[in-house]
């Protein structure tokens, strides 16, 4: 746990949002039931409970960027709104996990089942987002789409599905006679698909009527088109591919709501509403949130690698292939996720779990082995590219925004966000070190 004061608040305030979001917005039920207990100090794997589902490391990331930014007398509101944005993005992981194995251009019948359920979860968000709209989330996912999650495994759905299957068992061995069937909290995942709603939309209320809430809401109702388009899309540009991914990531919205907490409600600042309407600190946001998803797909090694060495990896990756007859795009890429070299880890993980990758996206609909490792090749030459060019233009504007604000507490909090993933990103995800964060 948190040794750190301050992490130990966030971590508190953040369990704290967690349980009222359970409280007052999941439906009633075994997966209900399961999640309060699971969240509470009654479990005894709580600590296990919380760095699976990206609590621990929510908080790591909220105590490095907040660090010396927040006055004493301010730090009871910066921890209020700071839980209810990582309770928001905890219920984001939930849902975000219906997408693995979606990453594949060919689908079978249970994974497009999964995919119509995305889909209606981003249509139902959408929905909460639009001003003045406040149809109860129940409705907005009920019908096809509550039928739909009934088939959709909590535990198969997760990169730590094991985890979530003892969990679910230590709870039965807790409630005992009255224990529910081990299926009907596996199964339940549609409660978890309205929370996510709701407390989205508790996200945006809270800060309804400050110049950057629009800002916010926008940003988080292009992260549901994005990730609409960019799993059903059959023709997808490189460039394409880069801007959906930056907005389908969280990064501008999660930091314009910080800046917005910062700049807005614990200490407003005049100017910030120029920066905001001249588009400076859009542009900011959006070269942090490219910059942040190229480290989550390609890795930080392999995004500062030199063409030349990339190059050279991904042809040893061609030799093996021809060597032992590896000749379609899935067994190339096969082959890629077995590599024993540490630069190929995020890659890897969404091989190995079918998950969108930015990179990947070309070699997965390539002809044959060749033609996939020579798309890959080049994903990373382009991406790369884009990768150094938008970090000069993140410095670029950082810069500006230091000249026109009074204090460099924004600018601070977007650098150390960006560095934060940079440094996550370097290793694997089964890594305690490389876990998720946003």
Request: glycine share 6%.
């Amino acid at each position: 746990m948190p040794t750190n004061r301050r992490a130990a608040q966030l971590l508190a305030a953040t369990c704290s949002a967690l349980t009222e979001t359970i409280r007052r917005h999941m439906p009633a039920g075994p997966y209900r039931d399961f999640t309060a207990w699971a969240y509470s100090a009654e479990n005894p794997r709580r600590h296990e409970y919380l760095q699976s589902t990206g609590v621990i490391q929510l908080v790591t990331m909220n105590t490095r960027m907040l660090t010396g930014l927040v006055e004493e007398d301010d730090w009871p509101a910066m921890l209020h709104h700071a839980g209810r944005m990582n309770a928001y993005q905890v219920f984001e992981v939930v849902s975000d996990d219906l997408a693995i194995g979606l990453g594949h251009p060919v689908l079978d019948a249970a994974q497009t089942r999964r995919l119509d359920l995305i889909g209606a979860l981003n249509r139902a968000m959408l929905q909460a987002l639009a001003p003045g709209r406040n149809t109860p989330a129940m409705l907005l996912l009920s019908g096809p789409a509550r039928d739909a999650a009934r088939h959709a495994s909590g535990f198969e759905q997760s990169l730590v599905k094991s985890k979530r299957a003892g969990m679910a068992e230590d709870y039965a061995r807790h409630v005992g006679a009255d224990a529910p069937l081990l299926q009907d909290v596996e199964y339940g995942l549609w409660a978890a698909l309205v929370a996510n709603v709701e407390s989205c939309r508790d996200l945006v209320d809270g800060i309804d009527g400050t110049p950057t809430a629009s800002l916010v809401r926008q940003g988080l109702a292009d992260r549901y088109r994005a990730v609409e388009r960019t799993l059903r899309a059959e023709h997808l540009s490189r460039l394409d591919l880069a801007a959906l991914g930056g907005q389908s990531i969280l990064v501008l919205p999660t930091l314009a709501y910080f800046v917005c907490v910062l700049n807005d409600l614990l200490a407003p600042v005049a100017v910030h509403r120029a920066v905001l309407a001249d588009g400076t600190l859009s542009d900011v946001l959006s070269d942090a949130a490219l910059l942040v998803r190229l480290q989550n797909d390609l890795g930080t090694r392999l995004l500062r690698m030199p063409p030349v060495q990339q190059h050279a990896l991904i042809n040893r990756i061609a030799r093996t292939c021809d060597t032992d007859g590896r000749d379609t795009a899935e067994a190339a890429l096969d082959q890629l996720a077995a590599d024993p070299d540490a630069a190929f880890n995020r890659l890897q993980k969404d091989i190995v779990n079918g998950e969108a990758n930015v990179a990947l996206w070309h070699a997965r609909r390539a002809p044959d082995a060749t033609s996939a490792l020579t798309a890959l090749a080049d994903s990373l030459t382009y991406h790369a590219g884009l990768y150094g060019l938008h970090s000069a233009r993140l410095a670029a504007g950082l810069a500006a925004l230091d000249a026109r604000l009074p204090d460099r507490r924004a600018t601070t909090l977007i650098d150390r966000f960006v560095r934060f993933h940079e440094h996550m990103y370097s290793h694997a995800h089964t890594n305690p070190l490389g876990e998720y964060a946003i």
